[in-house]
């Protein structure tokens, strides 16, 4: 079976070392910290310029809830627009409605304008009020795959609705687990799930944090050694 790997790219670096590692495609945002916002343009053409493989950028214009204002969601579209000008092979996004079921205008709208691009629902879904229900809608749609912790804050709690969340699947949209998924525990989900895609942001810290440094500067990137790792136990 052929798998993909998808990380989480917050950077060009961690961009590129996710390619270095044996990743298949990234989904590039910034504020990872906020679950990820839309990076910026000259983010987005650094990585379609300097990467051999698939960039999906993040179609989010702020951190907090999946309910977007009018102003909100006439970004979303330029940065879709954008995204597609720019050559990229994907785009990653979700809109709930304030009752929590998913927004099928609007979604719809953004799946015109993404296309030829793949689209991902991201874990929007995850705070959908009935997971059941918003990924038949999904489904609907015709997005090519959804990405869920299984309504957890972690994917390893969320194990048994994402494998729930397959079997409602049947094969006709793609199920990629994320969130804490790590070379330590993917084992686990490859015995328990029968899925092809996984979502990491396989980050660690790097910069400097001594008692001579006045503010600490760690930031998470993500490793080219962790992605090698998660790359080889994907056989």
């Known amino acids: 079976?052929?798998?993909?790997?998808?990380?989480?790219?917050?950077?060009?670096?961690?961009?590129?070392?996710?390619?270095?590692?044996?990743?298949d495609r990234i989904e590039l945002c910034d504020?990872?910290?906020?679950?990820?916002?839309?990076?910026?343009?000259?983010?987005i053409r650094g990585c379609v310029e300097r990467l051999s493989i698939d960039v999906f950028p993040i179609i989010r214009p702020r951190g907090g809830?999946?309910?977007?204002t009018d102003e909100e969601f006439e970004v979303m579209k330029a940065d879709v627009i954008m995204a597609r000008e720019l050559g990229c092979q994907g785009v990653v996004f979700g809109?709930?409605?304030?009752?929590?079921?998913?927004?099928?205008?609007?979604?719809?709208?953004?799946?015109?304008l993404a296309r030829p691009m793949s689209v991902t629902f991201h874990r929007a879904i995850d705070c959908s009020a009935d997971m059941e229900e918003a990924l038949e809608m999904i489904i609907s749609?015709?997005?090519?795959?959804?990405?869920?912790?299984?309504?957890a804050v972690t994917a390893v709690e969320g194990l048994s609705r994402l494998q729930a969340l397959v079997r409602q699947a049947a094969g006709r949209i793609r199920i990629m687990p994320g969130s804490g998924i790590t070379p330590k525990n993917l084992s686990g989900f490859l015995q328990e799930l029968e899925v092809t895609e996984f979502h990491s942001t396989a980050k660690h810290e790097v910069g400097e944090s001594s008692a001579a440094t006045v503010i600490p500067y760690l930031r998470s990137e993500s490793s080219e050694e962790i992605v090698r790792e998660l790359r080889t136990l994907l056989v």
């Open 1 to 23: 079976m052929g798998y993909t790997l998808e990380i989480c790219a917050n950077s060009i670096q961690s961009a590129l070392n996710a390619q270095a590692g044996g990743a």
């Open 31 to 43: 504020n990872m910290h906020e679950g990820g916002t839309t990076p910026s343009y000259g983010m």
């Open 95 to 112: 809109i709930l409605k304030s009752d929590g079921t998913v927004d099928l205008k609007r979604n719809k709208e953004l799946l015109s």
């Open 141 to 151: 749609m015709g997005f090519d795959r959804v990405l869920s912790s299984g309504g």
């Open 65 to 68: 809830d999946f309910v977007y």
